[in-house]
């Protein structure tokens, strides 16, 4: 954890309520205000709209009974609060069942511009807009879904390769040009900014098989996006029998890294989902 800096899931009260200080409260203000400047023009469309529809609060870190409560105007998907680690089976099943997990933490002020477990910020500024969407909502518990079905880790390791390159790092070629709605994109000011205007990073045309094979880091700026061309598209990947999909990426064998070996030190991350890493 970059330096060295502990963080602790924080417990909600009888009410579901926690309690954050003023100074957390303020990161959640800056953060948001930072983000809110860079992501017109950057972010898609229809996460600028989705904000509006959710209602984040800018000034403080909403509780996630709040956003949930926005949600069920829409999708009826749920937010809720975990621990910083939970099982992977335990994820599938929260996310199957429409239950979005979310970390309770916010990041420190030392670690403002990256963080590589993902805080609250990442977790409801940069997913809870888009589970208004029925396609995103559809993907998403899909996702959960298939990972259930999994039969070991390695077949749970290359599903997470569909929700790091679509929920987490996705992107979407528009006619104004290149925009995110990735979350761990639209949460990172220097991501985002990287992932839709710099000429360095690879950006190819979304093939399910092709993604399934693609490994990633989680340490670097991605090297390599993946974009759609509508979200219509995700809604068709969640009617595909996305085991089979694994199983059939797995004969196949990982394409070649699209990026360099990690120092030695680093320690791959198991998989992309915020309530694991």
């Known amino acids: 954890m970059g330096k060295g800096i502990v963080y602790a899931a924080k417990t909600p009260d009888a009410t579901g309520r926690v309690a954050y200080s003023v100074e957390e409260n303020a990161v959640w203000r800056d953060l948001y205000t930072r983000q809110m400047t860079i992501l017109p023009g950057r972010a898609c469309p229809l996460f600028l709209e989705s904000l509006e529809t959710v209602?984040?609060?800018?000034?403080?870190?909403?509780?996630?009974?709040?956003?949930?409560?926005?949600l069920a105007r829409t999708t009826g998907v749920g937010i809720v609060p975990v621990p910083a680690l939970i099982p992977n089976r335990t994820f599938f099943e929260l996310l199957a069942s429409g239950r979005f997990p979310c970390a309770t933490f916010?990041?420190?002020r030392e670690e403002f511009d990256y963080l590589q477990e993902p805080d609250v910020f990442h977790e409801v500024f940069?997913?809870?807009?888009?589970?208004s969407d029925p396609r995103f909502a559809a993907f998403?518990?899909?996702y959960g879904a298939a990972g259930l079905r999994c039969r070991d880790r390695e077949e749970e390791d290359v599903l997470a390769r569909l929700y790091w390159f679509t929920i987490e790092f996705g992107l979407l070629r528009t006619p104004e040009g290149w925009r995110t709605y990735g979350a761990g994109i639209l949460s990172s000011v220097g991501?985002?900014?990287?992932?839709?205007?710099?000429?360095?990073?690879?950006?190819?045309?979304?093939?399910?098989?092709t993604v399934l094979r693609t490994p990633y880091r989680i340490d670097i700026y991605q090297p390599l996006y993946y974009y759609l061309e509508s979200f219509d598209e995700l809604f068709a990947i969640a009617g595909e029998d996305l085991v089979a999909w694994v199983r059939r990426a797995r004969r196949e064998g990982d394409l070649p890294p699209a990026y360099p070996p990690p120092p030695p030190l680093s320690a791959p991350r198991p998989l992309p989902v915020e309530s694991l890493s």
Request: aromatic share 6%; with cysteine.
């Open 55 to 70: 209602g984040l609060p800018p000034t403080r870190i909403p509780q996630c009974f709040e956003v949930t409560a926005a």
């Open 106 to 108: 916010i990041r420190a």
């Open 126 to 131: 940069g997913h809870a807009p888009l589970l």
């Open 140 to 142: 998403t518990r899909a």
């Open 191 to 209: 991501e985002t900014v990287y992932a839709v205007e710099s000429p360095e990073p690879r950006r190819e045309r979304f093939d399910l098989l």
